[in-house]
């Protein structure tokens, strides 16, 4: 069964940076599409951002666009996502999710993470 | 305000049949499939269904999906306790060039 173990969560005011971190394993990761997708508390899905096998194409939401960044290191299997400037609607569980091959034209994503909390707070 | 449409609640009473919908435009759910996904209180989300209508391994038969026009459903009957969760359609958005969820509905058995 293929492992998301998502971390770097945590605690920050308004207007700092986090990065997370999400590994994967039992998988050809370098063969997989990743995604990160939020849940503010008492909220739906929304979707972050996704980045491709290779790591050349990428999704980033109209909501974090130009303040997070999505990328990957396929010699460590892992994936990141870079938080800057961020806000207090930012607070959510941050999930890791992946699927087989390409991302475009999908809502699918086969395998998630548990997820890490993100609090933007002052 | 997401861009798929779905009611935020939904419930039946044990061995029932219900239906949840998800609503999108031609931008979406016309040109792309739909994809469910089950979330637990407290866990994460779960992959469902896919390509409309295909469940993934070990989903019961008793859950079913559809597509057509704008819309989508997901189909559940014989409803079960182990069903209350929340569920979310997602799909392709062209416009946007990105996946979207719908909103989620609340399933509710009684």
């Known amino acids: 069964q293929v492992q998301l173990v998502e971390s770097g969560g945590g605690v920050v005011p308004p207007g700092r940076s986090l990065r997370l971190s999400c590994t994967a394993s039992?998988?050809?990761?370098?063969?997989?599409?990743l995604h990160w997708i939020r849940q503010a508390p008492g909220k739906g899905l929304e979707w972050v951002a996704v980045?491709?096998?290779?790591?050349?194409?990428?999704y980033v939401a109209g909501s974090v666009k130009g303040r997070f960044t999505i990328s990957r290191d396929n010699s460590k299997n892992m994936v990141y996502l870079q938080m800057n400037s961020l806000r207090i609607e930012d607070t959510a569980v941050y999930y890791c999710?992946?699927?087989?091959?390409?991302?475009?034209?999908?809502?699918?994503?086969?395998?998630w993470g548990q997820g890490t909390s993100v609090t933007v707070s002052s | 305000q997401s861009v798929l449409t779905q009611p935020p609640s939904v419930s039946g009473a044990p061995r029932q049949r219900v239906t949840i919908s998800c609503s999108g435009n031609?931008?979406?759910?016309?040109?792309?499939?739909v994809t469910w996904y089950q979330q637990v209180p407290g866990k994460a989300p779960k992959l469902l269904m896919y390509?409309?209508?295909l469940k993934t391994a070990g989903v019961s038969d008793r859950f079913s999906g559809s597509r057509s026009g704008t819309s989508a459903s997901l189909a559940i009957s014989g409803l079960q306790s182990e069903d209350e969760a929340d569920y979310y359609c997602?799909?392709?958005?062209?416009?946007?060039?990105?996946?979207?969820f719908g909103g989620g509905t609340k399933l509710t058995v009684l």
């Open positions: 999710a992946s699927r087989r091959g390409g991302f475009s034209g999908s809502g699918r994503t086969d395998y």
């Open positions: 997602a799909t392709w958005d062209d416009s946007l060039n990105g996946p979207v």
């Open positions: 390509y409309d209508n």
């Open positions: 031609s931008s979406n759910i016309v040109k792309n499939a």
């Open positions: 039992r998988i050809s990761f370098s063969n997989y599409a």
């Open positions: 980045i491709s096998s290779d790591g050349s194409d990428d």
